[in-house]
């Protein structure tokens, strides 16, 4: 039985963007001015209430994403909350809002969306080097991006970032992550994982070597740093090396059947999971009409957990972290991020030999001693 | 090897350059990891003050790291030589 502890929704508002990113997945979509509207929204949120009662699911989290979702006035977003509130309320179903956005366009009554909480957090998009982030005449916008992050740490509210990993960023990695964590600011380094359009990623995609020799040397500056900021994937590869090492009991393996937990809702109500996002053949139905039962038992959510299962028997069946590791990531890998081994199986190319790695240098020779919460160097 | 830390009153944890906050987090880990992995945990993000409080840092910032760009509003491109002068007042943005 489907059972997760929560759920998040990465909802598609809106195509529309007033950057041309080169590697964005949408970049076909990013002139196409159409939003949700608020009564398929409503539905959407009555269809989630009864879904996720009748599941005993008690919190969910909606990523409102795009296109630009900050080219949407506040009072979209108000109204959004304000039927949030009456529908998931009254079903006792725990919400939060969160927005990922370029901040290219950021205005005070986003601002204040974030200090009434109607926006909970928000994390932003934006590499510093490559020159990949652009608007429709290709001019950089990385400064006016800066510019809004100085609004928002000024307004006293913390955010995220999100770059992207390519192999035109690859090469400042190190000026990357000293600027997010001498800014103390939460980052996410993401790899290429999605197609917009053939050959839009030419000669712009890493090889999961070069992936892991980016990682590696995130992981030995966030190691020697002095902020030791939330940095993702590499502190769940932390995670999973600290508990592989101790043996830790209570393994957990992804089930997508019973822990199925985050849906992408494209802009007409379509519902797909990450990894086959937009793909027809796994959509598993529309969230504005059909019932939230029959989104989880459709022939498209199956094919998508058969795919997932493939790909974790696959990899994670026999690899000595699974349930360390839970087998989510490799579940939930598009396509694109899919490694194929000669022998023609499906390769952990990337996080396998990042727990390795991570789990070879906590266990090297010098020694520190930790009593409690403090620690000295022998 | 698969011994070097251990969940115990004193916990020996072998890793050389580490810094003091780094360790700390660490240690939390072994001493309580959540659960590894899970849903998209980049993307809801942990609130609280950045390092930069002030209008103008985080471009002063990404400046001194050798990058120019130019700021709207601003006739000239900004240089690393400019960020110095700003931060010595000389200087608005």
Known sequence: ?????????????????????????????????????????????????????????????????????????????????AKQKVILGNAGIAFYNVIQSNLTNLKEEHIQLIKDEIISHIGVSIDLFGDERVNIAGKNMDDKTLQNMDRLAKAGIGFGAISVLSKKTAPHIKKMFSFFSQSNI?????????????????????????????????????????????????????????????????????????????????????????????????????????????????????????????????????????????????????????????????????????????KDRLQEEKVMKIYDSAFSLD | MAKAIKKAEETTVKVSNISPAAMKVILAKVKGAPDPGGPRSGEPFVKGPTGFEQSGDFIKFILSEGKSMSLPGNSFKITADIVKDISAGKQGL
């Open chain 1, 186 to 358: 939460p980052w996410r380094i993401l790899p290429i994982d999605l197609v917009g359009f053939d050959g839009q990623h030419d000669n712009n995609v890493l090889t999961a070597d070069e992936i892991c020799t980016v990682f590696k040397t995130l992981f030995e500056e966030w190691l020697q740093s002095e902020n030791a900021i939330k940095l993702e994937p590499i502190n769940e590869y932390i995670d999973a090396a600290i508990a592989s090492i101790n043996n830790r009991t209570g393994k957990h393996k992804f089930d997508k059947e019973t822990e199925d937990s985050l849906f992408v809702v494209n802009t007409n109500g379509d519902v797909y999971s990450e990894a086959d996002a937009y793909n027809a053949n796994f959509s598993y139905g529309n969230i504005f009409i059909d019932p939230f039962d029959q989104l989880l038992s459709s022939p498209g959510h199956k094919r998508a957990i058969a795919r997932a299962n493939l790909i974790t028997s696959s990899t994670c069946g026999h690899c000595i972290h699974y349930g360390y590791c839970n087998g989510f990531r490799m579940a939930e890998s598009t396509t694109e991020k899919l490694y194929w081994h000669k022998d023609g199986n499906i390769s952990c190319a990337v996080i396998r030999p990042m727990i390795d790695y991570i």
């Open chain 1, 1 to 81: 039985m489907w059972h997760p502890q929560k759920v998040q929704f990465v909802v598609k508002l809106t195509k529309l963007c007033n950057l041309r990113c080169k590697y964005c997945y949408e970049y076909p979509y990013l002139g196409d001015a159409a939003k949700m509207e608020l009564p398929g929204i409503e539905k959407m949120l009555h269809n989630i209430a009864k879904g996720l009662s009748d599941h005993a699911v008690k919190e969910c989290e909606f990523i409102l994403h795009g296109g630009e979702p900050l080219l949407l006035s506040a009072e979209y977003f108000r109204a959004i909350y």
